[in-house]
């Protein structure tokens, strides 16, 4: 029998408020010097007290509501003592035995894969190693990050492979960035992720799982978890016992590397916090939280399947992220109602998309905004360009920010539609390849080719393609 792959997922991800959990300090501490957004109460000092994010906890409502958790009616923040250097109190401010939401579920391709919990507590700073001289090493501590909004979400162990992982933290990021809840960021610190993975024979309980840390991207937790998957089916196999630890992935050497025993819950003598009243979620406040939602990534779908008869690959791929659904829905407006649904999307997924990920930029952010997409979309689906002259348009819009009909003027690459003036080339062409109309008339469609290859030559490229063909076949036929 082979070994079954079991995987459960923990996600830190940063709230988008501007101000910390407990403090007026801003969140804003990438790129940042060290240590310039900090105050007595995010480092700790004695006699402060915290005072309660409402935006926070607003947010990690909504994040709840989101994947359809259970809000609890009461909630409570408790202390989770442990002593390193970048946790000035001492202690983190997290919540334990009772957390605001519980249950839910997030969909990936072919099943649903259970939540367990979300709970609210603040970020710790950042530990700055190899400071200093090779021969006078030392560590710094930035504590910018200390006390920044963060909400954990613990999975089920309901992931039975690499990719499923993979595709739960996809769709888990896409929901966050549609309401709301965060950027995201990986990159900034503001979505991180620990992947729990055991193995075991199907059908037999659990086994012993592994937590690695140090997953810097979807692709890290990708390879992590199938090395572990791999690594702990041998140790198995050859009758070794796998002790429960935390393991980090060195990307480099690309395999995981022990880092230390698996800490349990009493390692950290959680207690109530004393300086917090418990939060109490009252049903018109929640109510109005959910009410306030935007569209979420499987209704915006489903409704670009439904509506504008996209496929589920098309609607799939322009509803990743929440900025180029917004882009792709303003783009179609604007090329209605000469080009459709489809004709859009393929600009989308096809040259835009393209562009963005080679600039490295967003789809907020392109040069070439929806309307201008929009128009060139139009401009091929009438026929007044081609298709070939409108990427030719596409690429002079990014890099000048002009309007598409004023670079369609500037290039001179407006396709000639009038019916008279293709029929006199069509007739001329006729004229220059008597064997190819010959071989055409006996039933060779593909000698058609090269007539309006001397068509499209005799108009520089201008002549209509669709009315070329069309014309070609009516003079020949006649």
Same mark, same amino acid.
């Given at each position: 029998?082979?070994?079954?792959?079991?995987?459960?997922?923990?996600?830190?991800?940063?709230?988008?408020?501007?101000?910390?959990?407990?403090?007026?300090?801003?969140?804003?501490?990438?790129?940042?010097?060290?240590?310039?957004?900090?105050?007595?109460?995010?480092?700790?000092?004695?006699?402060?007290?915290?005072?309660?994010?409402?935006?926070?906890?607003?947010?990690?409502?909504?994040?709840?509501?989101?994947?359809?958790?259970?809000?609890?009616?009461?909630?409570?923040?408790?202390?989770?003592?442990?002593?390193?250097?970048?946790?000035?109190?001492?202690?983190?401010?997290?919540?334990?035995?009772?957390?605001?939401?519980?249950?839910?579920?997030?969909?990936?391709?072919?099943?649903?894969?259970?939540?367990?919990?979300?709970?609210?507590?603040?970020?710790?700073?950042?530990?700055?190693?190899?400071?200093?001289?090779?021969?006078?090493?030392?560590?710094?501590?930035?504590?910018?990050?200390?006390?920044?909004?963060?909400?954990?979400?613990?999975?089920?162990?309901? #992931? !039975? &492979?690499? /990719? %499923? =992982?993979? $595709? +739960?933290?996809?769709?888990?990021?896409?929901? *966050?960035?549609?309401?709301?809840?965060?950027?995201?960021?990986?990159?900034?610190?503001?979505?991180?992720?620990?992947?729990?993975?055991?193995?075991?024979?199907?059908?037999?309980?659990?086994?012993?799982?592994?937590?690695?840390?140090?997953?810097?991207?979807?692709?890290?937790?990708?390879?992590?978890?199938?090395?572990?998957?791999?690594?702990?089916?041998?140790?198995?196999?050859?009758?070794?016992?796998?002790?429960?630890?935390?393991?980090?992935?060195?990307?480099?050497?690309?395999?995981?590397?022990? #880092? !230390? &025993?698996? /800490? %349990? =819950?009493? $390692? +950290?003598?959680?207690?109530?916090?004393?300086? *917090?009243?418990?939060?109490?979620?009252?049903?018109?406040?929640?109510?109005?939280?959910?009410?306030?939602?935007?569209?979420?990534?499987?209704?915006?779908?489903?409704?670009?399947?439904?509506?504008?008869?996209?496929?589920?690959?098309?609607?799939?791929?322009?509803?990743?992220?929440?900025?180029?659904?917004?882009?792709?829905?303003?783009?179609?407006?604007?090329?209605?109602?000469?080009?459709?649904?489809?004709?859009?999307?393929?600009?989308?997924?096809?040259?835009?998309?393209?562009?963005?990920?080679?600039?490295?930029?967003?789809?907020?952010?392109?040069?070439?905004?929806?309307?201008?997409?929009?128009?060139?979309?139009?401009?091929?689906?009438?026929?007044?360009?081609?298709?070939?002259?409108?990427?030719?348009?596409?690429?002079?819009?990014?890099?000048?920010?002009?309007?598409?009909?004023?670079?369609?003027?500037?290039?001179?690459?407006?396709?000639?539609?009038?019916?008279?003036?293709?029929?006199?080339?069509?007739?001329?062409?006729?004229?220059?390849?008597?064997?190819?109309?010959?071989?055409?008339?006996?039933?060779?469609?593909?000698?058609?080719?090269?007539?309006?290859?001397?068509?499209?030559?005799?108009?520089?490229?201008?002549?209509?393609?669709?009315?070329?063909?069309?014309?070609?076949?009516?003079?020949?036929?006649?």
């Amino acid at each position: 029998m082979s070994w079954e792959t079991v995987v459960g997922l923990e996600v830190h991800c940063q709230l988008g408020t501007r101000t910390k959990l407990f403090c007026p300090c801003s969140t804003a501490s990438f790129g940042k010097p060290a240590n310039v957004n900090i105050c007595p109460v995010c480092t700790g000092q004695p006699g402060v007290l915290p005072v309660l994010n409402r935006a926070a906890v607003e947010l990690a409502f909504q994040a709840g509501l989101a994947f359809r958790c259970r809000i609890e009616p009461r909630s409570v923040f408790a202390r989770k003592n442990y002593f390193y250097p970048d946790l000035p109190k001492g202690y983190q401010i997290s919540q334990y035995e009772l957390p605001f939401a519980q249950g839910g579920t997030l969909a990936i391709a072919g099943k649903e894969v259970r939540l367990h919990r979300i709970h609210m507590e603040e970020d710790a700073g950042k530990l700055l190693h190899a400071i200093g001289s090779e021969e006078l090493p030392y560590s710094l501590v930035d504590f910018n990050r200390a006390g920044v909004p963060l909400i954990e979400i613990v999975s089920e162990a309901d #992931m !039975r &492979s690499p /990719e %499923e =992982a993979f $595709d +739960y933290l996809t769709n888990l990021k896409a929901v *966050l960035q549609y309401a709301g809840i965060s950027r995201c960021d990986m990159e900034k610190g503001e979505l991180r992720c620990d992947a729990n993975v055991s193995v075991r024979r199907p059908g037999e309980p659990f086994g012993t799982k592994v937590e690695v840390k140090n997953l810097n991207s979807f692709r890290a937790v990708r390879d992590a978890i199938a090395y572990e998957v791999v690594r702990q089916s041998r140790a198995r196999e050859a009758g070794e016992a796998i002790r429960q630890e935390t393991r980090q992935w060195d990307a480099a050497a690309e395999r995981t590397e022990p #880092m !230390r &025993s698996k /800490e %349990e =819950a009493h $390692d +950290y003598r959680y207690f109530p916090e004393p300086d *917090l009243v418990p939060l109490v979620a009252e049903e018109a406040w929640v109510a109005r939280l959910k009410a306030a939602l935007p569209e979420l990534p499987a209704a915006r779908r489903a409704r670009f399947v439904a509506e504008l008869g996209l496929s589920d690959y098309d609607s799939g791929v322009v509803t990743a992220e929440r900025a180029l659904a917004d882009y792709f829905e303003e783009a179609l407006a604007a090329a209605a109602p000469e080009a459709g649904a489809k004709q859009v999307a393929n600009w989308v997924q096809s040259d835009f998309l393209a562009r963005v990920k080679a600039e490295k930029t967003s789809p907020d952010r392109a040069p070439v905004r929806p309307a201008m997409l929009g128009e060139i979309a139009k401009l091929v689906a009438s026929g007044s360009i081609s298709g070939k002259a409108g990427k030719d348009v596409f690429a002079a819009c990014w890099e000048t920010g002009k309007k598409p009909s004023d670079i369609v003027a500037e290039l001179g690459l407006a396709q000639v539609s009038d019916e008279a003036a293709v029929a006199a080339w069509v007739d001329e062409a006729v004229k220059e390849n008597p064997q190819a109309a010959a071989d055409f008339r006996g039933g060779k469609p593909a000698a058609a080719g090269s007539l309006v290859g001397a068509v499209m030559r005799r108009s520089r490229g201008k002549a209509n393609p669709a009315l070329v063909n069309k014309l070609i076949k009516e003079k020949l036929a006649s």
